[in-house]
């Protein structure tokens, strides 16, 4: 079975830094473009970022651009998203997300369970 | 940016009724939209994708259509389990965007 587990979410004050990371498994990992995906306290989703199957591409939402990096590591079948200078509107549930690409686009076909991030003093 | 809007943003049925959702995009998306339900306390869960495809091991009560700047998703007959809010989202340009939801109450 595929599975997505996040970790690393905390409570850290604004201007501070966090590294999430999603374990992957059931799948062939280095296959799949992954992305990140937020969900504010009682609001919507927000993409967050892509990244290709290599890691050599990577796509970020404006709000997020030059403050966090998303990253993988293939062999240890690991996402990473690295978050600095963080606002308390970065306040949300972060999901992992599998994607799931056909002749045209991905789409988002497996989600973990979420990692709490709070910013707050 | 591609701005979705859904309507209506709560709908309130009882088993057994349709429910048609709307989601409608400030410029054309093709074809590139999918429907994500998510559960009270559950992640979202992808249901439909490219406009009309079912995703894997979704009922068959589940149908979208649309193309362009207009979609429907369609719940033929509710079951209790369907009480959630449903997103919409577009995968045809970046930024990656979702509509901000319809709340289903089951009464």
């Known amino acids: 079975d595929v599975q997505l587990l996040e970790s690393g979410g905390d409570l850290v004050q604004p201007g501070g830094s966090l590294r999430l990371s999603c374990a992957a498994s059931?799948?062939?990992?280095?296959?799949?473009?992954m992305n990140w995906v937020r969900q504010a306290p009682g609001k919507g989703l927000e993409w967050v970022s892509t990244?290709?199957?290599?890691?050599?591409?990577?796509y970020y939402a404006d709000s997020v651009k030059g403050r966090f990096t998303i990253s993988r590591d293939n062999p240890k079948n690991t996402l990473y998203l690295q978050m600095s200078s963080l606002r308390a509107e970065d306040t949300a549930l972060y999901y992992c997300?599998?994607?799931?690409?056909?002749?045209?686009?991905?789409?988002?076909?497996?989600w973990g369970q979420g990692t709490l991030a709070t910013v707050s003093s | 940016e591609v701005v979705l809007t859904q309507s209506p943003a709560t709908l309130s049925l009882s088993p057994g009724e349709r429910a048609t959702l709307s989601c409608r995009a400030s410029?054309?998306?093709?074809?590139?939209l999918a429907w994500y339900q998510q559960r009270p306390g559950q992640a979202p869960r992808l249901l439909i994708y490219?406009?009309?495809n079912r995703a894997t091991d979704i009922p068959a009560r589940f149908s979208g259509s649309g193309s362009g700047t207009d979609f429907t998703l369609t719940i033929s007959s509710l079951e209790p389990e369907d009480l959630a809010v449903y997103y919409c989202?577009?995968?045809?340009?970046?930024?990656?965007?979702f509509g901000r939801g319809t709340r289903l109450e089951i009464k």
């Open positions: 989202q577009q995968r045809n340009s970046w930024p990656i965007t």
């Open positions: 410029q054309s998306v093709s074809r590139d």
């Open positions: 490219e406009a009309s």
């Open positions: 059931g799948f062939t990992f280095s296959s799949h473009v």
């Open positions: 990244l290709s199957e290599s890691g050599a591409n990577s």
């Open positions: 997300t599998r994607s799931f690409c056909t002749s045209r686009k991905c789409y988002f076909d497996y």
